[in-house]
């Protein structure tokens, strides 16, 4: 008996230290051009079902004169776009939640840096991501592509 219990003993820590089955994050930046409302990745492919990291950076530079906030929105449904970028310009470019958006970063002030953390949909596709920012999403897109 005191065996068995001695041969389940590292299984048991290893269960608990999260071994065996901690899937690192794929990690993707994604930063603005400068002081353009453009994106420096307009594209990157992920697996499916795999946790994806998305680190966005505000590089506009700091003594740009008037407001330059950047974010991430990655949508679902590429259809619902339109109406919650108009709902989130009307919100100072904040969405409102939505279950049609996948994953969003916080709005980043320039030189700021924010992220979000999710799992790729199972469902290979394009993906489309956009800045909420009033008037940004026009240039500031691209694809999430899932394989």
């Keep these: 008996m005191f065996k068995k219990i001695l041969s389940i003993i590292p299984i048991l820590f ?24 453009k994106f420096d990745v307009e594209e990157f492919t992920v697996e499916a079902g795999s946790k994806v990291k998305v680190i966005m950076k505000n590089n506009t530079p ?7 906030l950047h974010n991430v929105v990655i949508f679902k449904d590429e259809s619902a776009a339109p109406m919650i970028i108009q709902l989130a310009e009307g919100n100072g470019g ?3 939640a939505d279950g049609r958006i996948l994953a969003m970063t916080p709005l980043a002030d320039k030189q700021e840096e924010t992220f979000i953390e999710f799992t790729a949909p199972s469902k290979p596709g394009k ?6 920012y009033i008037a940004h999403a026009g240039s500031m897109r691209g694809y999430m592509i899932v394989k």
Excluded: K, R
């Excluded at 700091?62 to 330059?68: I, L, Q, T, V």
């Design 62 to 68: 700091s003594d740009f004169m008037g407001a330059m």
């Design 14 to 37: 290893m269960i608990a230290c999260g071994g065996g089955s901690s899937a690192e994050a794929t990690v993707v930046n994604i930063g603005s051009l400068g002081s353009e409302m």
């Design 127 to 132: 993906y489309l991501y956009v800045c909420t």
């Design 94 to 96: 904040e969405p409102y």
